[in-house]
């Protein structure tokens, strides 16, 4: 007798992922080459029960079913042909995470199960069920209410990015509560809040959130991925990050709380930026385990090299997986679905979630069309096109891990992108490893000759001199080689050239001198970089001295080595330095300017936007910028008036400002020019000790900048004196 109701209705194949009604869920989840596919429900109890799907559209298998309660734990099997050379892994003794899942519970234990081939005969498929070692999907259904919360849209000149780690930055800090400490709640805390804002940030980048596991070589020693370059739930923030994880609480919980700290940091002017992992995923390699794409749809997810055009049509054809990402695998952007899975989750994090930008991980691997990086490639223009993802901050790491894939400076409007020649070259001035002052100038000025040519304005430059990659700030200026042992790879791990000096010691020393010298570099570092044109990416911790013990590659670290340690009080000299760099430009749009320098006044009879100073007093000759010895040089900004006008065309006035940069171990006696523009001003921002903040200067006289130091000064004319 056929029932009145199946226990499952026909459902539809859109959206994908689970939508819950209070009637029913909409399962969808797309698996094109599959033959058969259950759905797994899980209770409290860890009892699955299997659905077999029976519907099937355009390659999605979907089915709605009754009386699923929100927080349900679900997973998917699939079965189908095992050819691993053409690209085919269904096994069907795999649970597998739905790549929609707006939250996941639970973490990955080592074991053969994980893996979808057998590992002692890898060409035939494993038997061995992996239920027990996975996590889960999660039924997410969230009521949050956001009240008033909008996008801030900060113009990119007024951004000051500040990156980092939701667990780290707050793990040791005794002012929260310890049950929110490394957490999103511990984050979008009034006194983690009030830090951030009192220091100048404006932007928040957060390394990796979307769901992420730790690969099994890490495991096998012992360690985790701490960093979150290991992601799998591109639509699932991660839930240890909530505060409810150590009670169990990972059935959507996590996604509540990342959406209240969101509107307390929006509430408090700050916007939130996420580092999107999208160019692979926890699975790596070929050989790596079965969590999720591989297991659905391996062929349409990963790049795979493709067989020589000349290739004997008999010969056999090993797949192989085409990585130009370093870990294992790289996702097919260029695949239909894959791309509408990593559209679908940037969008959903602009709309549900509030996030106000991403910054790409690898960028250059997810824009390739074939094997060529391509600017006109399909992920690129689908963003740029799209009118909820074109107006968000959209940050390019221009480079992945090949040669050919770096392109700093070729990413097409609205992308700015991470700049790592402004790394390397405010690094070297500061060792004394410059050639000159030509290209140290040109960096400071916002990098014309990379992003001036296609239209795009300084703030294309996000600068930095420290990242969460590489040294802190404060072993940047205290080791001369890497030390990461810990690391569990005999210190092969992390790369040797560091640009780094030590200044006479190799780590932690008790000698004032160096002591001295290494606050006064470091000093220069972030004061360089917050009055540089282009927006200013600082590492979290670094205004603070954060070490980590010359470790240059802690991703594996998730201890005291990379979490910032709130009770060192030793460099807090660095804090106040960079809380008045970063005020002085907030209040002086000169400092922060949309439009190039163009070296020329801005009306006629004033003087020039910007002038390069030669230690003498004079302007910079040709002969001065091919001076390969020259070690100090001043830089002259306008203010009055600015390039730009006003929002109603108004002309705009500000103070103008002579900054000395002596990157040389020698005092500098520096000339003041005497000019129609410039009579007196007075030291604003200083780590010369001989200069302190106050000083009052004359034109015409003779200032001594002491060596290895950096002096800004605010100017005045007769009539403001």
């Known amino acids: 007798m056929t029932p009145d109701r199946l226990e499952q209705w026909p459902g539809r194949n859109w959206p994908l992922g689970a939508t819950w009604s209070p009637e029913s869920t909409n399962f969808a989840v797309h698996a094109p080459g599959a033959t058969r596919a259950w759905l797994c429900l899980f209770d409290d109890a860890d009892h699955e029960t299997a659905y077999e799907l029976t519907e099937r559209s355009l390659g999605v298998w979907h089915a709605r079913?009754?009386?699923?309660?929100?927080?349900?734990?679900?997973?998917?099997?699939v079965d189908g042909p095992w050819e691993p050379a053409a690209g085919l892994r269904f096994n069907s003794t795999k649970l597998l995470l739905d790549p929609y899942a707006r939250a996941i519970s639970g973490d990955i234990t080592q074991d053969p199960a994980l893996y979808g081939h057998d590992l002692e005969e890898p060409g035939k498929p494993s038997a061995l069920d992996s239920a027990s070692v996975v996590p889960r999907s999660v039924v997410v259904h969230d009521d949050f209410d956001w009240g008033d919360d909008a996008p801030l849209r900060l113009r990119w000149r007024d951004t000051v990015i500040y990156e980092l780690h939701v667990r780290g930055f707050t793990k040791l800090n005794r002012d929260l509560p310890e049950h929110l400490r490394g957490t999103y709640a511990g984050l979008g805390h009034p006194t983690t809040i009030a830090y951030l804002t009192d220091l100048g940030v404006t932007a928040v980048e957060l390394l990796p959130v979307h769901q992420f596991f730790s690969e099994p070589a890490l495991l096998d020693r012992g360690l985790v991925n701490y960093w979150g370059y290991n992601s799998l739930g591109f639509l699932a923030p991660h839930n240890a990050y909530c505060s409810a994880f150590a009670s169990g609480g990972d059935r959507g919980e996590q996604v509540t709380e990342f959406k209240q700290m969101v509107k307390d940091l929006h509430a408090a002017g700050i916007e939130v930026i996420l580092d999107v992992v999208y160019n692979h995923t926890a699975e790596g390699g070929a050989l790596g385990p079965t969590l999720s794409f591989r297991g659905l749809d391996d062929l349409g997810s990963y790049r795979r090299v493709q067989q020589p055009e000349d290739a004997d049509e008999d010969a056999a054809w090993e797949d192989t997986y085409w990585d130009v990402t370093g870990c294992g695998n790289t996702v097919d952007s260029s695949n239909a679905n894959t791309l509408r899975l990593i559209l679908d989750s940037l969008r959903y994090w602009v709309t549900e979630m509030h996030v106000d930008g991403f910054r790409f991980d690898l960028m250059s691997a997810l824009t390739r069309t074939g094997y060529a990086v391509d600017m006109h490639g399909a992920l690129l223009t689908t963003i740029n096109q799209d009118p909820v993802l074109r107006h968000v901050k959209l940050i390019a790491e221009p480079w992945d891990a090949s040669m050919e894939g770096y392109r700093v400076g070729q990413y097409p409007p609205p992308w700015v992108e991470w700049n790592d020649q402004y790394r390397d070259t405010i690094r070297d001035f500061w060792r004394g490893q410059s050639d000159g002052i030509r290209t140290v100038a040109t960096r400071i000025a916002g990098s014309a000759d990379l992003y001036a040519d296609d239209g795009r304005s300084p703030y294309a430059s996000v600068n930095f001199v420290t990242a969460h990659d590489g040294f802190t700030l404060r072993d940047l200026v205290s080791y001369d080689a890497k030390h990461n042992e810990a690391n569990g790879e005999e210190n092969r791990d992390g790369t040797d050239n560091n640009r780094s000096h030590n200044w006479g010691a190799e780590g932690e020393t008790d000698d004032a001198a160096i002591v001295q010298t290494r606050h006064r570099i470091a000093a220069n570092l972030l004061a360089t970089l917050c009055l540089s044109n282009g927006v200013p990416m600082l590492t979290a911790g670094d205004e603070r001295g954060r070490t980590q013990g010359g470790n240059n590659n802690a991703f594996c670290q998730d201890n005291k080595t990379s979490w910032v340690d709130w009770e060192d009080d030793t460099w807090l000299d660095l804090h106040e330095i960079t809380r008045t760099a970063l005020r002085i430009r907030?209040?002086?749009?000169?400092?922060?300017?949309?439009?190039?320098?163009?070296?020329?006044?801005?009306?006629?009879?004033?003087?020039k936007d910007l002038a390069w100073i030669h230690p003498t007093g004079r302007e910079m000759t040709d002969g001065d910028w091919h001076d390969d010895e020259l070690r100090v040089i001043g830089m002259f900004v306008s203010g009055s008036p600015l390039r730009e006008a006003g929002p109603r065309g108004e002309v705009l006035h500000d103070a103008s400002f002579l900054l000395w940069l002596n990157g040389s171990g020698n005092p500098c006696e520096c000339q003041l020019a005497d000019n129609p523009w410039v009579t007196s001003g007075v030291v604003v921002l200083s780590t010369d000790d001989a200069l302190p903040v106050g000083t009052p200067v004359k034109a015409g006289q003779t200032m001594p900048l002491s060596p290895h130091s950096l002096v800004l000064l605010q100017t005045r004319t007769d009539d403001h004196a």
């Not at 079913?65 to 099997?77: F, H, N």
């Open 65 to 77: 079913i009754p009386g699923v309660a929100v927080g349900t734990r679900y997973g998917y099997r």
């Open 586 to 607: 907030r209040e002086h749009p000169a400092l922060r300017q949309r439009h190039w320098f163009e070296g020329r006044p801005t009306v006629r009879g004033g003087p």
